[in-house]
Nanobody, 111 residues
Framework: ARLVESGGGLVQPGGSLTLSCVGSGFQFSDYDIAWYRQAPGKDREHVTTIGKTGIGSLRLASIIGRFTVSRDNAKNTAVLQMTKLRPEDTAMYYC?????WGQGTQVTVSS
């Protein structure tokens, strides 16, 4: 199983980014996909999980109303749409599923 994230970058506060997680080597549609983030010097946080059928569960109060998770099983892709970004959202973002982790994609929110 392999997961590859993309879409990170530098954005100003209030901006938006869309992260993608593409899976390969396993039946993508059979697994939940989770998103985590880790900022320097801080513990890893579980951001959200999207179930096999596309039902998402946001795990952090701070992202409610700002982040949306979705998936397209036909494209083996999970997407994390992030809006109204804040400096405290700065972190490396990872996806996890089928026992595999991606390499991460860096999100930096700064003016």
């Amino acid at each position: 199983a392999r997961l590859v994230e993309s879409g990170g970058g530098l954005v100003q506060p209030g901006g938006s980014l869309t992260l993608s997680c593409v899976g390969s080597g396993f039946q993508f549609s059979d697994y939940d996909i989770a998103w985590y983030r880790q900022a320097p010097g801080k513990d890893r946080e579980h951001v959200t999980t999207i179930g096999k059928t596309g039902i998402g569960s946001l795990r952090l109060a701070s992202i409610i109303g700002r982040f949306t998770v979705s998936r397209d099983n036909a494209k083996n892709t999970a997407v994390l749409q992030m809006t109204k970004l804040r400096p405290e959202d700065t972190a490396m973002y990872y996806c996890e599923g089928a026992g595999a982790w991606g390499q991460g994609t860096q999100v930096t929110v700064s003016s």
